[in-house]
């Protein structure tokens, strides 16, 4: 990041799942000062670079978007160009079923995979798993469409920039 154009940049700390989960119940304004401490309640675990770079994960995680089918998920749970995607025409990519989350969701954990505790010996039958360590997301790559609704309306509303079918 940089406070100004043409400034020097700074790369943002690395983020914590604990500072994602916080990141989550705050709104706040920024200074500017990525050392500055993000004086808050529920406190933050971190200064304001790293709640700044929690809430980039998070807007991240939610809206970058690619065409349906563009990605396939491979043995090791990352993604490849498919070999015989071939793009709809223009109008067709004003569906939200031909667009799909480019990164997995992000889980109540703070994290894309959910972790679970392994239980205590001899504990295994009464052990119970947190809310947290039970959820079940979205599965990487899925479609807008499956989103759920934001404020009773649709969570996605794609626009053309033209009425002319040849531009883009």
């Known amino acids: 990041v940089g406070n100004h154009l043409g400034g020097p940049l700074t790369q943002l700390p690395h983020v914590t799942p604990t500072q994602i989960k916080a990141a989550r119940n705050l709104k706040r304004m920024l200074t500017g000062r990525l050392s500055s401490p993000v004086s808050s309640f529920p ?20 809206t970058i978007v690619c065409p349906a089918g563009l990605f396939v998920v491979n043995e090791e ?34 994290r894309c995979m959910v972790h679970k505790r392994e239980p205590p010996e001899g504990e295994e039958d009464t052990f119970e798993f947190t809310e947290e360590e039970l959820e079940e997301g979205p599965e990487q790559l899925a479609v807008l469409e499956a989103d759920e609704e934001v404020g009773g309306g649709p969570a996605w509303s794609p626009l053309f920039s033209s009425s002319n079918e040849h531009v883009k």
């Not at 933050?44 to 991240?60: C, D, K, T, V």
Request: proline letters at 7%.
């Open 77 to 110: 749970g990352g993604l490849e160009t498919a070999e015989d995607y071939a793009a709809p025409p223009a109008r067709e990519m004003g569906a939200t079923a031909n667009w799909s989350h480019r990164y997995p969701h992000l889980k109540k954990q703070g």
């Open 43 to 62: 406190v933050f675990p971190g200064n304001e670079g790293n709640y700044l770079r929690a809430q980039i994960a998070r807007i991240s995680c939610t």
